[in-house]
Every structure is written in C-alpha cells, then in structure tokens.
C-alpha cells in the first residue's frame, strides 16, 4: 500500500435545507506532509465534532482504487484526491483485508483501524446529491478510521505497512455488514458491540442494534 495523497479541509459554508452550514468535507491535496494528532489532522478543520474528529476518528482513509468505481456512477462531478474527506488517499487500501484494532505503519505515525465510516448528509452536499448515501452503503468501500498511536508525519509516496493484529478480532466488513444489513448474526453483532477495540460511534450504532433485537 502507498500513499498517493494527503489532503486538508478548509472552512466551507453551504446551505442546507434553507440553513447555513458550515463543513469541512472539502478536501483537496496538498504539496507538504501532514501530521496526525492524537485527535486530529493538524491544520484540517473539522466542524461538528460528535460524529467527526476525536481519538477514535482521528484520521480517515480512502483507496484510490474505489475511485474509478465512483468515477463511473458520477462522472459530472469535478474529481480530486480527497472526495470523499479522507485525509490520506491510499493506493492498495482494501477494506476486506482489514480487522479492527489492526495496527499500521504511515509515514512517520502507527495508527489503530478503530471503524468503518458512516456516512452523513455532508457526504452528499460533496457529491451534490444526498442519492451517494444510499450508494455509499450499498458499496463495500466505506472507508477506515483510525486512531493514532504514534503522532508523526505522513506525505505522497510513504508507504503502509500491516504492524500488529489481534488473535481474536472482526473484519471492518463484518462491522460494515452489521451497521446496514437487516440479516445480523446476533453472536457476531454482540460481540463487535463489546469489542474493546471497536469505535465510540459504531459501538453505539451495533448497541442500538442489538438492543432492537431484545
């Protein structure tokens, strides 16, 4: 895996059902590395930290191999490294070979792959059309969030290694599957909800989850 691209958000503000929002989804590469914080991308803005930001969503990142995927179902759209809000475009990134608390070598940094991405509206003010959640969902290719265990530099052309995994973990696509499939495994969604390792946000979600089936 190699690091195609590193990309920084700058403020946006759209109108959203009449409102003004502010965003930053909007992210375009740039000719320098960047530093992950323990929190965050240094210099990226993140608005509405509940559901962006934070330990567990730290850094997100996206394969350059969805993109041509993307490309075809919205090809009007004026494409760059960055589209879909990562901070670090990934060229070999797939999420199928890819466990919770997995631990990664980027650049200078160790990171923890903590979940998959849940999409919101501000998704489909990027791709001008709320229809790319539904898309987004249906698609294997949601994406990793990370935490990050070693701060540091990340830039174009560092390369991503595998470091750690766990004996006992859950596929990112298993996760992915019990967030948005109406057919759940009750033994396997109980234990993603419990999994120590397992994301703040999607616990939450596989939690609601299981509660529903009580």
């Known amino acids: 895996m190699k690091v195609v691209s590193v990309n920084i958000g700058k403020k946006q503000t759209v109108s959203w059902r009449g409102k003004a929002v502010q965003t930053g989804i909007y992210k375009y590469p740039v000719d320098r590395s960047i530093i992950l914080g323990e929190t965050d991308v ?7 930290r509940r559901y962006h930001g934070g330990v567990d969503k730290a ?10 995927f993307w490309k075809e179902k919205y090809p009007d759209l004026d494409w760059n490294n960055g589209m879909f809000g990562e901070n670090i475009t990934i060229e070999g990134l797939n999420e199928a070979e890819l466990q919770i608390g997995d631990i990664l070598y980027i650049g200078e940094c160790r990171v923890q792959v903590s979940q998959p991405r849940q999409p919101c509206f501000k998704l489909g003010i990027r791709f001008e ?20 265990i070693q701060p540091g530099a990340v830039q174009k052309g560092d390369h991503v290694q595998l470091s750690e995994r766990l004996h006992d973990s859950i596929g990112l696509l298993e996760v992915w599957e019990l967030l948005y499939s109406k057919n759940q495994d009750q033994d396997l969604l109980e ?4 999994f120590q390792h397992m994301g703040t946000d999607a616990k939450e979600s596989l939690l609601k989850k299981l509660n529903e089936m009580d």
């Open 42 to 48: 240094e210099g990226d803005v993140v608005y509405d």
């Open 59 to 68: 850094c997100y990142l996206y394969s350059k191999d969805h993109y041509a």
């Open 129 to 148: 059309t709320q229809k790319i959640l539904k898309d987004f969902i249906a698609a294997p290719f949601p994406g990793v969030y990370v935490r990050v």
């Open 191 to 194: 234990f993603a909800a419990h």
